[in-house]
Nanobody, 114 residues
């Protein structure tokens, strides 16, 4: 059974970096053809795809967030991470890590407050 679990701070201040980790169990993140994504949902809005890291470590980012987002992985811990720099209140959202577009974490509420 594939399970994903996000972890990270719930509150950050403007201009800070929001870092989240996603621990994966049930499958190796290096399993062929698997893609591991970050998706967010701001309050009252729809889902927004942020970026993805592939089983081979390749990364792809949403053009609107590319300048502020980086996704990395730690294969020894079977987890992948995402950093979002220079946050504003517009970055307040529930952040999800998603595996192979089918397995979702429980979501991590991150609020940017001043």
């Amino acid at each position: 059974q594939v399970q994903l679990h996000e972890s990270g701070p719930g509150l950050v201040k403007p201009a800070q970096t929001l870092s989240l980790k996603c621990a994966v169990s049930g499958v190796s993140i290096t399993t062929g053809a698997y893609m591991w994504a970050w998706i967010r949902q701001p309050p009252g809005k729809g889902l927004e795809w942020m970026g993805v890291i592939g089983y081979d470590g390749s990364t792809y980012y949403s053009p609107s967030l590319k300048s502020r987002t980086s996704i990395s992985r730690d294969t020894s811990k079977n987890q992948f991470s995402r950093e979002l720099t220079s946050v504003t209140t517009e970055d307040t959202a529930v952040y999800y890590c998603v595996g192979q577009w089918a397995y979702w974490g429980q979501g991590n509420q991150a609020t940017v407050y001043s």
